[in-house]
């Protein structure tokens, strides 16, 4: 069996795993989770990336390797809570929601080659049901290694945080990919994730999402998160074409370990929100 190294593992000498909580976003990016104590602190993150291009059963041994071999995630805790981060996500208004048609219009919107299980979150302030697909077989891992956790997916995460007044343009970066949400004036548009290449790649997304719905690159508000160092060329490329940049800062009403507090806030910032909206 050969190991996965995390990119990062940061934990806590000592946790007390059955009064702690666990989150953890998994997709084709990889599995991030980290660890709420009882006092709402962060005492651990640990983010497992993938290369890009990786097929479903790649994906799915790397996923049970990291359950056999991450200490951390052979632990019971006092909950678990597990986000999906599959590209295959749409928004649906309630008044259109059907059960039976959910299968039919993801095939309209990716294709219909990559079948899966099918679930849905209703996002109450949005009145909007997020259908998304999970691959069978990372299904059947999960349901094996965690089988109590409470499901739901990344994106119904990203849609009920609060939106400020004007056009906002929320960014996660992975080591592969993007996934943005458009907010215009304060009105959900789209949210979707994207693979990328090289920096053009990702500048085209960021741009031609804005441009779909006539939002102005230059005067939307981009809010950053997730594996973006601000020293890199992917930043400064970023930087050219949006000129109000925010980086998003630790979550409030938590503490956090002091390793934790040694990375730049952006990078974790989206999977402790994940704490924040069950808390």
């Not at 909580?21 to 005492?43: H, K, Q, W, Y």
């Not at 290694?145 to 849609?159: D, G, M, N, R, W």
């Not at 343009?169 to 548009?189: A, E, G, P, W």
Request: hydrophobic share 40%; aromatic share 14%.
């Amino acid at each position: 069996m050969q190991l996965v190294t995390p990119s990062f593992n940061i934990q806590q000498s000592h946790i007390d795993y059955q009064t702690s909580r666990l989150f953890a976003e998994a997709g084709p990016m990889g599995i991030s989770f980290t660890v709420l104590s009882s006092d709402n602190c962060f005492v651990a993150v640990v983010v497992y990336a993938f290369s890009p291009d990786i097929s479903k059963q790649e994906m799915a041994e790397k996923f049970t390797t990291i359950f056999k071999t991450e200490k951390l995630l052979q632990q019971k805790f006092n909950k678990t809570y597990l986000y999906w981060s599959f590209a295959q996500s749409i928004l649906v208004p309630a008044e259109l929601m059907n059960e039976e048609r959910n299968s039919k219009m993801l095939d309209l919107v990716f294709g219909d080659s990559k079948k899966g299980v099918i679930h849905s979150d209703f996002l109450y302030r949005h009145n909007l049901h997020n259908v998304y697909r999970v691959p069978e077989v990372i299904v059947d891992v999960f349901s094996n290694y965690l089988p109590v956790a409470i499901q739901s997916h990344f994106f119904s995460t990203l849609v009920n945080r609060d939106i400020p007044a004007g056009n906002n343009l929320y960014t996660v970066f992975y080591h592969n990919s993007i996934s943005i949400m458009l907010c215009k004036d304060r009105k959900l548009q789209v949210i979707q994730n994207f693979d990328f290449i090289n920096a053009d790649d990702c500048i085209y997304h960021l741009l031609n999402v804005c441009k779909s719905f006539d939002v102005a690159g230059n005067s939307v508000h981009l809010h950053i998160s997730g594996m973006i160092d601000k020293r890199s060329g992917l930043y400064s490329a970023v930087n050219k074409y949006f000129l109000h940049t925010v980086f998003d800062e630790l979550p409030v009403g938590f503490t956090y370990t002091d390793a934790i507090k040694e990375q730049p806030p952006h990078f974790f910032n989206s999977l402790f929100h994940l704490a924040a909206c069950v808390s």
